[in-house]
C-alpha cells in the first residue's frame, strides 16, 4: 500500500527500529483493523519516517485518529522489548482540540506523560516531523 497524507500529522510513535521492521511490525498489528476486503492499492494515511539516529517514526495523518496511537504504542514497546514513545499533537495549534503530549511506553504500559512540545522531542531523537503538520 502506498501513503496518502489525508491531513496533516495527527499523531507518531517514535521507535528505536529500522524502518522496514516498523512498516512490517506496524501493518501486522493495524490488519484486524481493517476488513479481509479491503484494496491493497488503496493508500494508507500512515507511513514510517526514517530518523537520522536509531530511531524511526510511525506517523498517522488520519482525522480524529488521536488516541489510536495507545494501543500501537502498547503493542510496539512489548513486540520491540524498547522503550517507545507517543507524541500526540492535538491541541498544537489551537488548545480548544486538546493539549500536545508525549507518553513513554516501556513493556506495553504508559509509564509517564509530559506536555514537551512534541516536535521538539522528535527533532532530539533525530526525527524531524514538523513538515508533515504543516505540509500535509
Known amino acids: 500500500m502506498r501513503f496518502e497524507?489525508?491531513?496533516r500529522i495527527e499523531w507518531a510513535i517514535l521507535a528505536p527500529a529500522p524502518v522496514k521492521k516498523l512498516e512490517e511490525i506496524v501493518a501486522k498489528l493495524r490488519a484486524p483493523y481493517?476488513?479481509?476486503?479491503?484494496d491493497e492499492d488503496e493508500p494508507r494515511s500512515w507511513c514510517v519516517v526514517k530518523?537520522?539516529?536509531?530511531?524511526?517514526a510511525?506517523?498517522?495523518t488520519a482525522p480524529g485518529s488521536s488516541g489510536t496511537e495507545i494501543d500501537l504504542a502498547k503493542a510496539l514497546s512489548?513486540?520491540?522489548?524498547?522503550?517507545?514513545?507517543?507524541?500526540?499533537?492535538?491541541?498544537?495549534?489551537?488548545?480548544?482540540?486538546?493539549?500536545?503530549h508525549v507518553?513513554?511506553?516501556?513493556?506495553?504500559?504508559?509509564?509517564?506523560?509530559?506536555?514537551?512540545?512534541p516536535f521538539d522531542f522528535a527533532d532530539e531523537h533525530g526525527c524531524a516531523l514538523r513538515s508533515y503538520f504543516e505540509t500535509c
Do not use: C, M, N
Open 5 to 7: 497524507s489525508e491531513g
Open 34 to 38: 481493517f476488513s479481509a476486503g479491503d
Open 51 to 56: 530518523g537520522k539516529k536509531k530511531h524511526a
Open 58 to 60: 510511525v506517523i498517522e
Open 78 to 100: 512489548k513486540q520491540l522489548g524498547a522503550i517507545v514513545h507517543a507524541l500526540g499533537f492535538a491541541g498544537y495549534d489551537d488548545p480548544d482540540h486538546g493539549i500536545p
Open 103 to 117: 507518553t513513554r511506553y516501556e513493556g506495553g504500559k504508559a509509564v509517564h506523560t509530559s506536555e514537551d512540545d
